[in-house]
């Protein structure tokens, strides 16, 4: 989902599921700070961000990103840094500046946290591919069709922060990622055939990953218990269930047990609705293959 549709795409502002619908503003200057917090208590301990990247037990790019200003810091890592770069409390002191961002939703806080910890997280997209799994091509092609237009800087960053959002499907190899997409995504062409038939290889090659699972909702379909529209469920190291759905504009963080009981029960129906893991593989090779 955001994704473009993945629930976060950019990782900071209104929630934008794929398309880049929803906007996705630039870094907040709190962010900012906080990674100038860190690079220089890094920079103090004589480390590198290779060499400090393991050490928190994150890539080298997702501390580059944090440093950077460019995303909000896992759940845990305020308080890896603080300890292993001896910051006597001030990484901790500005990490909690974070969670009172003027300007930030509530629910889009809450989210992005949940799900740098998720384990497991559910999506399901009837209308673009999900941004998770969306190529540099498709999701340019998507930034340039949004109206109001954005102006060039504004898509490269809107890029920039997809790309690097997507480094969660290897980075948390923990996490299992479902996804259940509607057959048309495919079919719609957007961008043109070239850029669909990289998609779908796309696609595939992270269909091989362990901890993601890929079903294609086929074009006939009877019976459909997602017609109400896309959604995201999402677990925590917890076991709490939490959902996330999306409109034109802006998304509904949910926490509510009895509506994320009916989403559960509707994401259930579908996956035994779609076609197979395997089935969905073939499918896809067909559709690459027609092009």
């Known amino acids: ?43 103090r ?16 790019e997702t501390v580059a990103s944090i440093e950077q200003g460019r995303r909000l810091p896992p759940p845990d890592f305020a308080e890896l840094a603080d300890e292993i770069l001896d910051a006597f409390g001030v990484i901790l002191g500005a990490a909690k500046h974070l969670t009172r961002r003027k300007g930030l939703a509530s629910w889009f806080r809450q989210w992005a946290q949940l799900e740098l910890g998720a384990l497991s997280l559910y999506t399901y997209e009837c209308r673009l591919i999900p941004g998770l799994l969306q190529t540099p091509a498709y999701a340019r092609t998507l ?9 060039d800087e504004q898509i490269e960053a809107q890029l920039a922060a997809r790309l690097e959002r997507q480094q969660l499907l290897r980075n948390r190899p923990n996490t299992a990622f479902t996804f259940i997409l509607e057959e048309h995504l495919f079919l719609r062409d957007l ?32 019976h459909h218990a997602g017609l109400d529209g896309p959604m995201q469920l999402l677990e925590t190291p917890e076991h709490q269930w939490f959902g996330y759905l999306e409109g034109q504009k802006y998304g509904q963080f949910i926490s509510d047990p009895k509506v994320i009981s009916a989403l559960q029960m509707r994401c259930a129906s579908m996956r035994s609705q779609a076609l197979s893991l395997d089935d969905s593989k073939s499918l896809m090779r067909r559709m690459r293959g027609a092009r």
């Open 1 to 43: 989902m955001t994704h473009g549709t993945d629930g976060i795409d950019s990782t900071y502002g209104t929630f934008g599921n794929g398309g880049g619908r929803s906007g996705e503003p630039e870094p907040h200057y709190s962010l900012k700070m906080f990674g100038e917090v860190v690079k220089n208590f890094r920079k």
């Open 45 to 60: 301990a004589g480390l590198t961000q290779e060499q400090f990247a393991p050490l928190v037990g994150y890539s080298p």
């Open 143 to 151: 930034f340039a069709d949004q109206l109001p237009p954005l102006d």
């Open 191 to 222: 961008g043109g055939e070239e850029v669909t038939r990289e998609l779908i290889d796309h696609i595939l090659d992270l269909s091989e990953l362990r901890n993601v699972d890929i079903q294609i909702m086929p074009l006939v379909r009877h």
